[in-house]
Nanobody
Framework: QVQLVESGGGLVQPGGSLRLSCAAS????????MAWYRQAPGKERELVAK???????NYADSVRGRFAISKDNAKNTVYLQMNGLRAEDSGVYFC????????WGRGTQVTVSS
């Protein structure tokens, strides 16, 4: 059974940092391109960052230079380090395969507010 469990979200002030984790089971992340997505209230889910099976990374323009995606194949876990957070980064963050997405997890809430 495939399961993705996101964690690490919370309330942070503008300019702050958070590190999100995505623990995967039922899929092997080293064989898959993985990605982080986010969904703000009233908006569609959007791609934030992607990491290929080889470890190459890509970012949405809005987060490039502030966020960093990484993974630990041994732990079958994907991470998202978020620095310089802004109010517009608020939303629920999800991870999934970049293509042929599997069942979505519950996500983790990120709120950036003073």
């Amino acid at each position: 059974q495939v399961q993705l469990v996101e964690s690490g979200g919370g309330l942070v002030q503008p300019g702050g940092s958070l590190r999100l984790s995505c623990a995967a089971s039922g899929i092997i992340i080293s064989f898959n391109d993985m990605a982080w997505y986010r969904q703000a209230p009233g908006k569609e889910r959007e791609l934030v960052a992607k990491i290929t099976s080889f470890g190459n990374t890509n970012y949405a323009d809005s987060v490039r230079g502030r966020f960093a995606i990484s993974k630990d194949n041994a732990k079958n876990t994907v991470y998202l380090q978020m620095n310089g957070l802004r109010a517009e980064d608020s939303g629920v963050y999800f991870c999934n395969k970049f293509s042929n997405a599997v069942s979505w997890g519950r996500g983790t809430q990120v709120t950036v507010s003073s």
